[in-house]
């Protein structure tokens, strides 16, 4: 039998429930809820219709998509599925720190 397991790692598709990956990724669980809601979040897997994991993998590609080599532009920390390009800033555009605490509450 052929050796895959120098292109498959186990580990990279385990199944994270939305509370994990929200802490993994450093967002609210409940920002992970909205943007699968909106159909602009990361993948995920509907185990059930009340049972939805994420895959490891989804969220390190996430996670590489928004590497930064400097901080010109620092993306906002909302998972959204992974741009090319970076929206150009809006004129008097209020930019908050993720996780930073506003007058309407929380900055994630």
Known sequence: MKDTSRYYSPEL???LNTEDAAALLDVSPRLLEKKRQEGNGLPFVRLSPKCVRYRLIDLIKLQEAH???NTI???SGVPDAPSTTAPEPQPNQKVVPCGAVTREGTGD
Do not use: F, G, H, R
């Open 67 to 69: 590497l930064q080599t």
């Open 13 to 15: 598709y385990q199944l």
């Open 73 to 75: 532009y620092a993306p």
